[in-house]
């Protein structure tokens, strides 16, 4: 089967840095995303990874390890506003998102 | 409007009710989706629409029931649903075949409660 796996929660201080992990296994693989979501509001898109590597997006960066089946989200100089749960997604051999279960992530001042 | 629409944001019903959940798209895609999402559950897809027509079907119970008149709106019309379908029952939408990808947009949602 399908799966992804994330840390169900993750508590930081505020200023800090947080690495957020993502493991899956797919039947094929055609991308990475990761997604923020505020508690009662909509998904939002923070990154897409095919490569290997990391992709930064002012603080929020994004590793890949394709060989490995690992990602990582890594959010820099945490702010009270980065409190929300991030979603990592995995696009399958057929082109359809498999989703975690989503990292809920506490920042304390 | 901008974006990805749901109504309403919140809706309680009984179990014996037949009530219909709406999205719209304004960004001009040609994909639809309905999303289930439970606390601590991963997206559950229900329902992908592409060209309005349906090209994914889930295995979801026939107590739930989507229509996509045209690309912009998507409907979930539901009918004698059980408590265990209380969820956040979310709507996006994508550009399929989109290069590099299609990423999706998500509506706000619709927190439904079955009681």
């Known amino acids: 089967g399908q799966n992804i796996d994330q840390p169900t929660e993750m508590t930081a201080t505020e200023g800090a840095i947080v690495q957020i992990n993502c493991t899956y296994q797919t039947s094929g693989f055609n991308g990475l995303f990761w997604y923020q979501q505020h508690a009662g509001e909509a998904p939002t898109f923070l990154s897409y990874?095919?490569l290997d590597g990391l992709e930064e997006k002012g603080r929020f960066s994004s590793f890949l390890s394709r060989s490995k089946g690992y990602s990582y989200l890594l959010l820099k100089e945490l702010q009270m506003k980065d409190s929300a749960s991030y979603l990592c997604a995995v696009v399958d051999s057929n082109y359809q998102l498999i989703w975690g279960a989503g990292t809920k992530l506490i920042i304390k001042p | 409007e901008t974006g990805v629409t749901q109504t309403p944001r919140h809706l309680v019903m009984g179990m014996t009710n037949k009530k219909s959940l709406k999205c719209e798209q304004h960004?001009?895609?040609?994909?639809m989706y309905w999303y289930k999402q439970s606390a601590k559950k991963p997206l559950e897809l229900m329902f992908v629409y592409s060209l309005e027509e349906r090209v994914e079907n889930n295995s979801v119970p026939s107590r739930f029931s989507p229509e996509c008149p045209n690309s912009s709106h998507l409907f979930l019309h539901l009918h004698t649903l059980q408590p265990e379908d209380s969820a956040l029952y979310l709507c996006a939408s994508s550009q399929e075949g989109a290069d590099p990808f299609n990423e999706q947009f998500f509506g706000p949602g619709t927190r439904l409660t079955v009681l």
């Open positions: 990874n095919v």
């Open positions: 960004l001009g895609h040609n994909a």
